[in-house]
Nanobody
Framework: EVQLVTSGGGSVQSGGSLRLSCRLS????????LGWFRQVPGKEREGVAA???????VYADSVKGRFSISLDNAEKTVFLEMTNLKPEDTAMYYC??????????????????WGQGTRVTVSS
């Protein structure tokens, strides 16, 4: 069964940086899409960024210019580099995957495989 292992969350002050990683394992195809989503209690899950196995990225407007998504295709690992973090970035961050046929999108309904989540806390 496909697995997603997420790591890298933590607590930082406003303006700080964090790097999240998510490794896709037990996945037999070479094409896939990986996305990052976040959720705070009482709110709907929000798409943050996504990338496909060709390296094409997409971002939510709220994180453009601050977050960067990248991919290590050999390891099927996606990274989310978060800089200039703000208190409103505080959330549980989830990694999701879809494939082998997929569209690089931050629409969560497109993804069938989800990781366990990692918490990011940004203090002011």
């Amino acid at each position: 069964e496909v697995q997603l292992v997420t790591s890298g969350g933590g607590s930082v002050q406003s303006g700080g940086s964090l790097r999240l990683s998510c490794r896709l394992s037990k996945y037999i195809y070479d094409t896939y899409c990986l996305g990052w989503f976040r959720q705070v209690p009482g709110k709907e899950r929000e798409g943050v960024a996504a990338i496909d196995s060709a390296g094409l990225p997409v971002y939510a407007d709220s994180v453009k210019g601050r977050f960067s998504i990248s991919l290590d295709n050999a390891e099927k690992t996606v990274f989310l580099e978060m800089t200039n973090l703000k208190p409103e970035d505080t959330a549980m961050y989830y990694c999701a995957a879809e494939g082998p046929i997929c569209v690089v999108t931050i629409w969560e309904d497109h993804y069938n495989f989800w990781g366990q989540g990692t918490r990011v806390t940004v203090s002011s």
